[in-house]
């Protein structure tokens, strides 16, 4: 299946994100020796964010920069879908100005309708479901390191956004996944049914259970994320205690001796994460960073339908 929007990996083929991947990989290389392909020369960009924003925001930013466009950020306090006007409102006007819309909402179903109503292609910043994204820059970290479908990767933590999204990636390209959840707190149902039909087609292993140890055995990436994401926060104290036994530590790594160490930031230091590992020889946390800013690039000529 293809898609002019980018909701989830799991609308576009392998192909399609391969693509992506080798053109991120080639902008990266373009950047290091001082070259700025100006593909994208006279867009605009809008980008919609209810949450508060790093990473995204000045990737999407600094992206549209680099490739000779422009972006403009808007947070709900400006625009105020569902209070001030509808999410179809929204769309249609955005869509006889800009050329692009990134919208980060907290409910999927929400970016889902502002893609359905939008003329112009719209990008998943991140929502309650799914972060594809920075599954993009995942992949190109990990292919940075390993081919794509010789790597196995553990994902220790909250079932949340980060893990439907590289869940979804693992299984349209094939690579081996084991994930390990309280079984409270698993992936959500309906991603891990998508993601069976997509590993039958594409030979993905993706083995999802509550023991962290047995997860990260062997494998050559562990990646972990925040116990309690955006909107969340009232939750925080009771998470806690749940996934205790999750953090990734010097002794969970024992498990892993080769294994490179991610997570998508912001991160919950002494949390999920001890900070002898984030900033310990195995993480490879930075580059998963540095990588949105293409892997983004990438995306937005592609939903655009420009390059190189
Ligand atoms: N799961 C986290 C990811 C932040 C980039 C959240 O939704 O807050």
Known sequence: MSSKHFLSVADHSA??????????????????????????????LAMYFEFPSLRTHVTFEAGMAQLGGHAIFLTSDHIGIGTRESAKDVALSLSRWVDVLVARTQSHALVEELAEVASIPV???????????????????IAERKPLREATVAYVGDGNNVANSL???????GLGLRVATPASHRPTVHVLRRAEDLARASGARIEVGEDPAEAVRGVDFVYTDVWTSMGQESESDTRRAVFRPYQVNEALLAHAPDAWVMHDLPAHRGEEITDEVLDGPRSIVFDQAENRLHAQKAVLEAVLEVGG
């Open 15 to 44: 192909e399609a994100l391969l693509a992506m991947l080798d053109r991120a990989a080639e902008l990266k290389r373009l950047l290091a020796k001082g070259e700025r392909p100006q593909t994208l020369q006279g867009r605009t």
């Open 167 to 173: 869940i979804l990636a693992a299984s349209v390209l």
């Open 123 to 141: 990008v998943n910043a991140l929502t309650d479901l799914l972060h594809p994204c920075q599954a993009m820059a995942d992949l190109m970290t």
